[in-house]
């Protein structure tokens, strides 16, 4: 296969495989007990909320805009768009919660849910369109994309 240089689909995409493992490992900390436990499980989901909400934030700025300008539909895109909106109403009750009760483990497992679902869609639907879209540079948007990103990761650190 020949190499291909990284372009903001790859980017995306190690975003989707981080979060997956905080997510694998929130699900192992629920099954732990502890006095330590409640806290580092805080913790995590907030360090969930953080990365996704950043994450969300460049794919809504940069890669969406870019690919409506050029894709014939964008169904899909109105789709993924919503679907960050539920994700963002779960991940605003998530972090206004202060303890890591029964409930919210469950919110966590649910946004854990949605994530793996959306993130399907843009890996076996999104990314192939945007790739074989002619007229996107994603090799230099992967740049624009990790810029936007330690940005606003300091932003809201
Ligand atoms: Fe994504
Ligand atoms: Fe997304």
Do not use: W
């Amino acid at each position: 296969m020949a190499t291909r240089e990284k372009d903001a689909c790859d980017l995306l995409d190690a975003d989707h495989r981080a979060v997956k493992k905080m997510f694998k490992e929130y699900e192992e900390l629920t099954n732990s007990r502890g006095r330590t436990v409640a806290q580092k499980k805080i913790d995590l989901a907030r360090q969930i909320c953080h990365e996704l909400t950043v994450h969300a934030q460049i794919e809504e700025e940069i890669f969406y805009p870019a690919l409506r300008a050029v894709l014939k539909d964008t169904d899909l895109l109105a789709e993924a768009e919503v679907e960050h909106q539920s994700a963002k109403d779960l991940i605003a009750q998530i972090e206004a919660m202060g303890e890591a009760d029964e409930m919210f483990d469950a919110k966590v497992t649910v946004l854990g849910e949605y994530i793996d679902h959306h993130v399907k869609e843009e890996r076996n639907e999104i990314f192939p369109k945007a790739r074989s879209a002619r007229k996107l540079d994603l090799v230099s948007m992967r740049d624009q994309l990790a810029e936007r990103k330690e940005e606003l990761m300091g932003e809201m650190a």
